[in-house]
């Protein structure tokens, strides 16, 4: 007996939109499965991101390997947990929705440029600029979550608005 036994997941989704996921991928899971599946895959995949920042010495020092692996494996562990609640189609037509697009293509390409980086000799503090890419990770990835809470893209950009105000 678990602490997710007593919960009633499947009621979240419309039953529709709940047998088509379930017959799809790993279709032997019940939603309330899913659920933890993804829940676990995101809380392993944020403490191997949040490891990254102990790595920032070694990162300083010319080793790039264990902040990279770290920040970027983590990520991706993270945003895999959602394909076991929508599966990959679906994650990835989401992704890719008019509303998330430019968030998803700023996150995937600094995923990408960041493992380059790590891995391909370049003149200059490299440090800076793996450090920069991480951190357009997360914007990205932050960016691309509030899309799925109305109206919370509006809020935080009025937040920023007002941080950076005109001075006044």
């Known amino acids: 007996l678990t602490m997710f036994d007593s919960l009633d997941l499947n009621n979240l989704l419309p039953s529709q939109q709940q047998e088509e996921e379930e017959e799809g991928w790993l279709p032997s899971l019940s939603f309330q499965d899913r659920v933890i599946g993804c829940l676990a895959c995101m809380v392993v995949g ?34 895999c947990g959602s394909c076991f609640v929508s599966g990959p189609k679906n994650q990835v037509k989401k992704m890719f929705h008019e509303t998330r697009k430019w968030s998803t293509v ?63």
């Open 46 to 79: 944020y403490i191997l991101s949040f490891g990254s920042f102990f790595r920032v010495k070694d990162l300083i020092l010319g080793n790039a390997v264990p902040f990279v692996v770290n920040g970027t494996l983590g990520n991706i562990v993270a945003l």
């Open 106 to 168: 700023a996150y995937l390409t600094s995923l990408v440029l960041t493992i380059v980086v790590a891995f391909t000799p370049i003149p200059g503090p490299k440090w800076l600029l793996l450090i920069l890419l991480l951190l357009v990770q997360y914007c990205a990835i932050a960016w691309y979550c509030l899309s799925y809470i109305p109206f919370a893209r509006q809020t935080v950009s009025n937040m920023c608005w007002r941080l950076v105000g005109d001075g006044d």
